[in-house]
């Protein structure tokens, strides 16, 4: 069965996308640890990162350095942490979440649930810095 993230990819899930390639595409965390958490993933189903191929896992991280760099301008944080977890959604894809302290990438806190339109709201704030 498609995992959830390529469901989200085939347009089938919606989602709010700050920036995409032909391999790859980045959104927002529904269920966000701060506010512009985003995920970057690979179009295609991998479940665990170290079974990528060399070259894909560099395109991965490649992919993410506009999308960090696009949430360091956007959103009000010191740096932005990046993470690799997997182990709810059994896709490859990479954390990276604005940070004011370590708390902010402590994954067993409780996550934050925002509106759509807050979601909506700041992934035009990323997309606009890339
Ligand atoms: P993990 O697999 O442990 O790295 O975590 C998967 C992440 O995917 C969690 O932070 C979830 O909040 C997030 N997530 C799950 N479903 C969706 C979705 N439909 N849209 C956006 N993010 C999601």
């Known amino acids: 069965m498609a995992s959830i993230f390529s469901k989200i990819i085939a347009g089938e899930i919606p989602c709010h996308r700050v920036y995409e390639d032909d391999k790859h595409l980045a959104f927002l965390d529904i269920n966000p640890l701060a506010m512009g958490h985003v995920l970057c993933v690979p179009k295609m189903e991998v479940d665990y990162m170290y079974d990528l191929t060399e070259d894909a896992l560099a395109d991965l991280w490649k992919f993410t350095k506009p999308v960090a760099k696009a949430i360091d301008k956007s959103m009000d944080c010191l740096r932005v942490g ?25 994954f067993s806190r409780p996550k934050l649930n925002p509106s759509k339109e807050d979601l909506a709201d700041i992934a035009q704030r990323i997309r606009d810095h890339i």
């Open 82 to 106: 990046s993470a690799v977890i997997g182990l709810e959604v059994p896709h490859v894809h990479i954390h990276l979440i604005p940070l004011q302290s370590v708390e902010d990438i402590n």
